[in-house]
């Protein structure tokens, strides 16, 4: 059933916080008029999105232009006739216009791929939340009511939303305390992201529930009898655990379901931070206390500004049971986060308070003037804010909160820049210990520091866990060490070319840096180097885009008649045995690839990606086994190139002439996988089936599921030639009436 204006009005009416009425009305008639025409993938009205958006925006207790936002969040965005900043800033006013800038995907700029317009998009969204709060709270809404609506877009679309709200969204809510969001957003993504495990946990917990159902009551009604006594008021809740929550702990810890000791969970509520540790008093003397399982977040709060007492004790039958103890203040910060302190009612917020609970904000972007890339800025999001934190006391008594797994190194830059840089030692609890020391909460450290210390040394870059202290230590080498970047990153290049097994000159390795330093938005060469030199980006990053432009420069120059003058040979590899190699004298994959540094070795396709010729690939010295080829944009491959321990067993491989150049009448033998996205109908099975006919193609398997939209995903196993041929079998298959979409692979 669509959602209606008034539902709006009625909740913000019910509310009876001063809201601007009219104001929001004007917001509502403006986004309906400017989404006249448009449906969502559901079939409803486009309208439908931003008031739902608007709707949880507002039970998030937001102010009046937080409400008017997310009504007209779209506007700029998906409108057919787009309005501008301008305009909503006559009609709305500044703060409406920037939010709603803030909430605008980045459109009029052409990016290489997806994923760097989707990074992009969030360090925009990162910048606009570090003046402005209220952007995340709306975006989280927004996204919020898509995972909602998921169900109607594509499964590979319902993948891909899910994967990011996993990793970024859910992540986000947590930083900043909105459990209640955050909670539906991993099990909304999770849904989707592992349905079998999802199913799996859900049948768990139905049953563990049906077999003891009336514990939790029975519980309840200990202690609400017990409190009574006591003559205390108080509110009690009873929950069991979140699908996502269990499903963490049992696939990231490895642990069963019998293993879950916080399943079930009674939460108790009092008006004065005395009373909860009364009521803790009251609970360990009734049950029974499950060692090392009490944690005092009053005391001690978290980042994101979470406080309660945690403790998990027996119940009957030897069931343990969590209990948590709160204020109604904590309560509302607990389920609102930051949001709870928004202090629209008064038409204050308090922003030197809020501002000192973002500092991690300001931490994620304080290099985004200095970032090379999108990458670059979404490596500290990976780190910072997927971890636990660990809380490491100063000799002063201040509470620093860092990522679980940090060490001194990373407690050091958290307190200043100068204190790492002039770190030489550490003492954690007054014992002198190693500076690589790994951090457990309640330690008290002590950085050790001298005037006469020469800096960080490169190798902190491999040991320090957070952003912040990866980014000082950066920042340092980059200011203080550039002639030293610039030949170390130097060094990069020439290790990276000589990957490629061929010879080339001191001006064409020049002329292809240049090139790809150009493309990659550097003002000169000296500056790419730097920033490879200090570490600001790895040589992967680009490792494609230099391949492409030394094939490219290299075979353009092969083919002339060179200067023997100029013929600077700068690699290390025997002529004779790089022309034996190519003779291909294999068979089978060994006919198909050319593997330059390596002679006579067995070679295979990765399933996981299934790479053809015409593709660009690289190769993986397996143990046991030989080279095996990956799609060089595989997402194993790019994971493993990242990783330093396996850097060096990825190697240059091509394809061989015989396999790119096989024409039409030349039979292949290369596997690919295809995902048909189409409407249910009688016929398409028949229709896909005559096209591979006609075409002469092999079919080895095909199987199909029904999607909750009502549509269907056909999954092929075919043999082609190469890219060329399978574009092509693509392109027909495209052409069929009900088909939707195609893409190589299985998602």
């Known amino acids: 059933m669509s959602v209606t204006y008034e539902e709006l009005e009625k909740q913000l009416v019910a509310a009876k916080h001063p809201y601007n009425m009219e104001k929001i009305r004007a917001a509502y008639e403006y986004a309906a008029a400017m989404h006249d025409g448009q449906f969502r993938k559901s079939g409803e009205p486009y309208i439908t999105h931003p008031i739902s958006v608007a709707i949880i925006v507002a039970e998030l207790e937001l102010d009046t232009d937080s409400i008017c936002a997310a009504l007209l969040h779209d506007t700029i965005e998906d409108c057919k006739d787009k309005t501008n900043l301008d305009l909503l800033k006559k009609k709305f ?25 989707s990074i992009e998009n969030l360090r925009k969204m990162f910048l606009a939340m570090s003046k402005d709060i209220r952007v995340i709270f709306i975006k989280l809404a927004d996204r919020l009511h898509n995972m909602r609506t998921l169900s109607a877009k594509s499964e590979g679309r319902q993948r891909s939303i899910a994967l990011e709200t996993m990793h970024v969204y859910a992540p986000l809510a947590h930083r900043l305390g909105i459990q209640r969001i955050k909670n539906e957003l991993e099990n909304l993504a999770l849904k989707y992201l592992d349905p079998i495990g999802y199913d799996e946990v859900r ?9 003891s159902k009336n514990f939790l009551e029975i519980a309840k009604n200990q202690v609400t009898e017990k409190l009574k006594e006591m003559g205390i008021k108080f509110t009690l809740e009873g929950r069991v655990k979140s699908i996502y929550s269990i499903y963490k702990k049992m696939y990231n ?11 079930y969970a ?54 343990p049971i969590e209990v948590q103890i709160r204020t109604w203040e904590m309560h509302e910060i607990a389920e609102y986060g930051i949001a709870a302190h928004w202090k629209y009612k008064s038409g204050d917020v308090d922003k030197e308070n809020i501002s000192e609970k973002l500092k991690w904000i300001k931490t994620l972007i304080e290099n985004e003037n200095t ?21 490491i006391f100063t000799p002063k008594g201040d509470v620093i909160s860092l990522p679980y797994g940090s060490n001194t190194i990373d407690f050091a830059y ?139 420069i290299v075979k353009d120059e092969e083919e002339k008649p060179a200067n023997p003058m100029d013929a600077i040979v700068t690699t290390d590899k025997d002529p004779n045995q790089e022309s034996k190699r190519q003779k291909e004298k294999a068979t089978g994959a060994m006919q198909s690839v050319i593997v330059d540094s390596i002679d006579n070795c067995q070679v295979r396709f990765a399933k996981c990606c299934n790479p053809l010729p015409g593709d660009s690939i690289i190769g993986f010295v397996t143990r046991g086994f030989g080279v095996s080829v990956h799609k060089y944009d595989c997402p194993n491959a790019v994971a493993g190139l990242k990783k330093e321990d396996e850097k060096d067993r990825w190697v240059t491989v091509r394809w061989s002439r015989v396999s790119l150049e096989q024409g039409d009448n030349t039979t292949g033998a290369f596997e690919t996988l295809l995902q048909i996205y189409a409407n249910n109908s009688i016929s398409i099975f028949a229709d896909i089936s005559s096209i591979f006919a006609e075409m002469r193609v092999p079919v080895h398997s095909m199987n199909s599921k029904e999607t909750s939209a009502g549509g269907m995903i056909i999954n092929l196993t075919i043999t082609c030639r190469n890219t060329a041929h399978v574009n092509n079998i693509v392109s027909r298959i495209k052409k069929i009436k009900d088909v939707i979409d195609v893409t190589r692979g299985f998602s």
Request: hydrophobic content about 35%.
């Open 253 to 263: 810890q490895n642990k069963s379901f019998d293993e879950i000791y916080d399943f």
């Open 371 to 391: 970032a090379g890339d999108a990458d670059e800025f979404l490596r500290p999001l990976k780190i910072d804010l997927f971890e636990d934190e660990t809380f």
């Open 203 to 211: 049948k768990d917990i139905e049953y563990r529930y049906g077999q």
């Open 93 to 117: 006013g500044t703060e409406v216009a920037e939010l709603v800038d803030g909430l605008t995907k980045l459109t009029d700029i052409h990016f290489e791929n997806k994923e760097d317009e």
């Open 414 to 552: 958290s307190i200043h820049s100068q204190v790492g840089n002039k770190m030489v030692g550490a003492k954690v609890n007054g014992v002198i210990v190693p500076i690589d020391t790994v951090l457990q909460t309640g330690q008290i450290c002590e950085i050790v520091t001298s005037a006469s210390s020469k800096g960080p040394s490169r190798d902190w870059l491999k040991i320090v866990k957070t952003s912040e202290a990866k980014n000082k230590i950066r920042q340092w080498f980059k200011k203080e060490k550039r002639e030293e970047n610039i030949v170390e990153g130097k060094n990069e290049i020439d290790r990276e070319f000589k990957r490629y097994g061929k010879s080339y000159t001191e001006a064409q390795k020049n002329e292809i840096v240049e090139n790809v330093a150009k493309r990659s938005g550097f003002v000169d060469v000296d500056d790419f180097y730097n920033n490879l030199g200090y570490g600001g980006m790895s040589v992967t990053k680009f490792a494609a885009k230099l391949r492409d432009e030394f094939d490219r």
């Open 266 to 319: 009674i939460r108790v509520i009092v008006d004065t931070e005395l009373e909860c540790y009364t009521v803790l008093g009251v609970i360990h003397e009734m049950f029974n206390l499950m060692p090392g399982r009490f944690k005092d977040y009053i005391s001690t709060p978290k980042p994101n500004m979470y406080r309660s007492l945690h403790t998990t004790v027996i119940g009957r039958q030897g069931i």
